[in-house]
């Protein structure tokens, strides 16, 4: 009998390995393949990756997910995408060959981009994000494309000409497993296309305007669909073969989608590199008021897109692989829980990784990081402390400003990704944000969301209540301890992260 059950297979192209899980219909975890890709970093602030390295790992994965499940693949009805988000890949699509390596968006390059943009825009950033939710800056693919195009031999001409094509890596796994220079269809989802600053976020179209700001031709850019439906099918030649291709989220909306996040004032935070919070808002678009971001959250076929507010942090289990490798003062990241239970408390010790500027609510790019509150009393578990306190209180400020900005306080947390393991931070999380803190039996909530949009499309689930239904509470915390102290905390955190700013490197010339 076992051979007639039937499967979704999810793609999770993230920023440091490809992952393909499999899921079956209760939305458990049947088989996982994953295999790391290399990270080159050319300069300083520079991160690329090898677009056909990802699309090796990518096929690997899927082969090993399957040979695990020992399964065909006739049983997967369906195969979902979901990916790291604004990384920008352009390619020949007569020869199928990248024209450069993949930007990836925690690379820096496109300062002077930006701030030529911004300077000649009377309205200047404000703009953008009226019409595409985001703010212009180095994270979104837009200035990545141009720099493209212009510092590639060649590529301008080319791309005028109509032979390059552009994508977020979901649209270059898409392109690639539907048959590459042989058909393969040219598409993108909402979500990623939110992820651009080319998309007029209530219209759902590319800006044909800021398009032209960033010299971008438009022949290049794919289709916009939405979150859900039949893009295509695999490719003779891969190891899906008429599969159809049938969901694609960004891997955050991807894992507020796998936490069933589907009411407005729902929030979930993923705690991986950095922290990704996102609060549903429904229909609506709500435009922040207080640093964050406006989303698409998903859209399911041709029903209307439900939009999500967004607070990025940049840093938070970086930091804890930064304690790991660059002081060494911890071995492996769950070390450091150990050691941080050694003391009482942070000793008044605050660390603010503003490593590479702050991202929400601030968005300073003049920012670097600052360990403050030191007196001789501080020792390695105080620091230990102050490296996982960080993080909730970074994902305490963008809930404050979600609360500030949707103006119903949220009533609780759901939490997923690496550091969820950390009993002690989740803890003082909740402690912080006042409300329970919850983690799903399911930890896998980002591929589980792609698979879930493209088994929605194919109809082997009914809807966001079949979601609902396989989502389940694994464990919750609950605030504790004093609320005055835990006040207090927080007033130095803010006091803390205002001695981070207008930090300038006397020896660095413009
Ligand atoms: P990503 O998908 O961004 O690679 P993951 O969700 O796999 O991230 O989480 C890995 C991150 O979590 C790493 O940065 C690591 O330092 C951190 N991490 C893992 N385990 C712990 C732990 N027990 N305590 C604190 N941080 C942890």
Redo the contacts with the bound molecule.
Sequence with gaps: MSDQQQYVLAIDE???SARAIIFDHSGSVVSIGQREFEQILPRAGWVEHDPIEIMQAVNDVVGQALGRADINRHQVVAVGITNQRETTIVWDRTTGKPVYNAIVWQDGRTTSIVDEISAGDELGTERYRQITGENISNYPSAPKIKWILDNVDGAREKAEAGDLLFGTPDTWVLWNLTGGVNGGVHVTDVTNASRTLLMDIRELTWREDICKDFDIPMSMLPEIKSSSEVYGYGSKNSLLIDTPVAGILGDQQAATFGQACFEPGNVKN?????CFTLMNTGEDAVFSKNGLLTTVCYKIGDKKPVYALEGSIAV???L??WLRDNLRIISS??E??DLANTVEDNGGAYFVPAFSGLFAPYWRTDARGALVGLTRFINRGHLARAV?EATAFQTREVVDAMNADSGVPITALKVD???T??NT?MQFQADQVGVPVIRPVVAETTALGAAYAAGIAVGFWNGEQDVIDNWAEDKRWEPQGDQDERARLYRNWKKAVTKTFDWVDEDVKD
């Design positions: 993230g920023t440091t993923t705690y991986g590199t950095g938070a289990g970086s804890v692989q990241a769950p450091i829980e996982i990704g690496g550091m393991a950390n931070l």
